[in-house]
Nanobody, 126 residues
Framework: QVQLVESGGGSVQPGGSLSLSCVAS????????MAWFRQGPGKEREGVGC????????NMRDSVKGRFTISRDNTKNTMYLQMRSLVPEDTAVYFC???????????????????WGQGAHVTVSS
């Protein structure tokens, strides 16, 4: 049974940092491109970034470049999202997802994903 479980969310002040983890089970993580998405209050879900199967390449949305980093440890079946210099606009529920089709260059769209985690809440507020 494929499962993706996020953890590490919470509340932080603007300018602060948080890290999220996504633990995968039921499949070999190294076979799949993985991604982080988020959905803010009253907003549509948007891609945050994705990472290639062995972590050599990432594709990040412009608004988080230089602030967010995606990494993975396939030996631990875990993907990470490190977030720094957080701003209120980063407030959202963050989801990890498994990509099954589509070019890597288009990984920030919701198409091509077959499993999603339950989400981790991130609140950035003073």
């Amino acid at each position: 049974q494929v499962q993706l479980v996020e953890s590490g969310g919470g509340s932080v002040q603007p300018g602060g940092s948080l890290s999220l983890s996504c633990v995968a089970s039921g499949f070999p993580l190294e076979h799949y491109v993985m991604a982080w998405f988020r959905q803010g209050p009253g907003k549509e879900r948007e891609g945050v970034g994705c990472i290639s199967t062995y972590g050599s390449t990432t594709n990040m949305r412009d608004s988080v470049k230089g602030r967010f980093t995606i990494s993975r440890d396939n030996t631990k079946n875990t993907m990470y999202l490190q977030m720094r210099s957080l701003v209120p606009e980063d407030t959202a529920v963050y989801f990890c997802a498994r990509r099954i089709r589509g070019p890597f260059s288009e990984c920030l769209t919701s198409d091509g994903y077959d499993h999603w985690g339950q989400g981790a809440h991130v609140t950035v507020s003073s």
